[in-house]
T-cell receptor
Framework: AQSVAQPEDQVNVAEGNPLTVKCTYSVSGNPYLFWYVQYPNRGLQFLLKYITGDNLVKGSYGFEAEFNKSQTSFHLKKPSALVSDSALYFCAVRDIGPGSARQLTFGSGTQLTVLP | KAGVTQTPRYLIKTRGQQVTLSCSPISGHRSVSWYQQTPGQGLQFLFEYFSETQRNKGNFPGRFSGRQFSNSRSEMNVSTLELGDSALYLC???????????????FGNGTRLTVT
């Protein structure tokens, strides 16, 4: 079965500093990986995805993520955090291996707070 | 292009009642997924529809059901409501599903269901 782990419930970072939100996954086949962001009382917004190819993926609002197959990780990063980046971030995986359920499974979420 | 529209935005129901939630996907999207979001359980997958057929189902009791119409609009129904059904119900649409599954999900703002 596929699963996603976001080991940190809360990440605090000062404005202007780099930020990292961690994600590890477990699948039987190859993964499709996604990051989403959720603002209060809103649905999730897509940030970026890894399907294949270059391990460094660039997405919306200056975010990027690095796919590391050996460590089964897909950490979200941004070189310089903004107060407006404060939100709830979700990592998600879809296992495309044979016999898998193929549904998109989400991690538990990480609350990012950027301090002014 | 209009986003995913969910109605109603808020609902208050009593235990034992039933409820129907509606979702209109982005024009051209044929896949619709439903998720339940609660503080304790996070985002839990309910089901996924493509071309009016249920393609995937999560681990929810039979009280939770859904359907998709020929215009890709979807509804989900919860019968015999329980207090634990109180949650934010999110609908998401995408161009494809399952094996193809590289397209990101586009979420609506959700329906907040409160069961008293």
């Amino acid at each position: 079965a596929q699963s996603v782990a976001q080991p940190e419930d809360q990440v605090n970072v000062a404005e202007g500093n780099p930020l990292t939100v961690k994600c590890t996954y477990s699948v039987s086949g190859n993964p499709y990986l996604f990051w989403y962001v959720q603002y209060p009382n809103r649905g999730l917004q897509f940030l970026l995805k890894y399907i294949t190819g270059d391990n460094l993926v660039k997405g919306s609002y200056g975010f990027e993520a690095e796919f590391n197959k050996s460590q089964t990780s897909f950490h979200l990063k941004k070189p310089s955090a903004l107060v407006s980046d404060s939100a709830l971030y979700f990592c998600a995986v879809r296992d495309i291996g044979p016999g898998s359920a193929r549904q998109l499974t989400f991690g538990s979420g990480t609350q990012l707070t950027v301090l002014p | 292009k209009a986003g995913v529209t969910q109605t109603p935005r808020y609902l208050i129901k009593t235990r034992g009642q039933q409820v129907t939630l509606s979702c209109s996907p982005i024009s051209g999207h044929r896949s619709v997924s439903w998720y339940q979001q609660t503080p304790g359980q996070g985002l839990q997958f309910l089901f996924e529809y493509f071309s009016e057929t249920q393609r995937n189902k999560g681990n929810f009791p039979g009280r939770f059901s859904g359907r998709q119409f020929s215009n890709s609009r979807s509804e989900m129904n919860v019968s015999t409501l329980e207090l634990g059904d109180s949650a934010l119900y999110l609908c998401a649409s995408s161009l494809d599903y399952g094996v193809q599954g590289a397209s990101p999900l586009h979420f609506g703002n959700g329906t907040r269901l409160t069961v008293t």
